[in-house]
């Protein structure tokens, strides 16, 4: 497949990942756009001052902890660069919280800006690399 068509599948299996993120069905499973090796790396960010790395248990795990702190998570994509088999987006996030956090309270949102780094290998995602900016909470 030539490259532009290649950065446009995989664009749009970008965009399907973060629909299927935004879901708050138990069943909706993101891992099946992951390959069994996938690597997200998380840069320190203000929830994750050390930053983190997680393989494809460890996304799971997350997913699942994560059901109970946030829920209707909104992804906005705003802008999208795609060549070959990477995909580079800013991304406009907000969740609803189930649990204080700082000065906000159960219900608020959350709201952050992401850029997300993902390399695609025969229609999986094998690396993802998040550079979180969360607003002041």
Known sequence: MPDGQRALANVDLVRRYFTLLESDDP?????????????????????????????????????ARGRHVICNQRFAIENVVAVGDEVALEVAWSGQLLVPLG?????????????????????????????DCFDPF
């Open 27 to 63: 069943a909706a499973d993101p891992s099946v756009f992951f390959a069994p090796d996938v690597e997200q790396i998380e840069w320190p960010n203000r929830l994750v001052p050390n930053g983190a790395r997680r393989d494809l248990a460890a996304l799971r795990e997350g997913r």
């Open 103 to 131: 000065a906000l309270n159960v219900g608020d949102h959350l709201r952050a800006h992401f850029a997300v780094f993902i390399e695609v290998r025969d229609g999986k995602i094998v690396k993802q690399r998040n550079y």
